[in-house]
């Protein structure tokens, strides 16, 4: 049974930090494409950030560049979002999403909650 499951959400005041992780599941995790998305209700799935399967090779949305840093270790299964520099618009829902060629999987989501 496949599983992305994320964690490490909650509030923060303007200018904190918050790591995500996300555990997966049920495939085989160093083959995928690994990215983080947002929701906000009432908008659509934004890109977060993204790394390749062997890792290394990332990229970001412009509106996070130089605050968040993803990273992966695909010993662990694992694949974190480290959030530095917290704004209030980063409030949103936080998903995990693996993609490898037409397979693409999702994870429930957790809440990030940034108070200025």
């Known amino acids: 049974q496949v599983q992305l499951v994320e964690s490490g959400g909650g509030l923060v005041q303007s200018g904190g930090s918050l790591r995500l992780s996300c555990l997966a599941s049920g495939f085989t995790f160093s083959l995928y494409f690994m990215r983080w998305y947002r929701q906000v209700p009432g908008k659509e799935r934004e890109l977060v950030a993204g790394?390749?399967?062997?890792?290394?090779?990332?990229n970001y949305a412009d509106s996070v560049k130089g605050r968040f840093t993803i990273s992966r270790d695909n010993a662990k299964n694992a694949v974190y979002l480290q959030m530095n520099s917290l704004k209030p618009e980063d409030t949103a829902v936080y998903f995990c999403?693996?993609?490898?060629?037409?397979?693409?999987?999702w994870g429930q989501g957790t809440q990030v909650t940034v108070s200025s």
């Open positions: 790394i390749i399967s062997a890792g290394g090779r990332t």
């Open positions: 999403n693996a993609e490898f060629g037409m397979l693409k999987y």
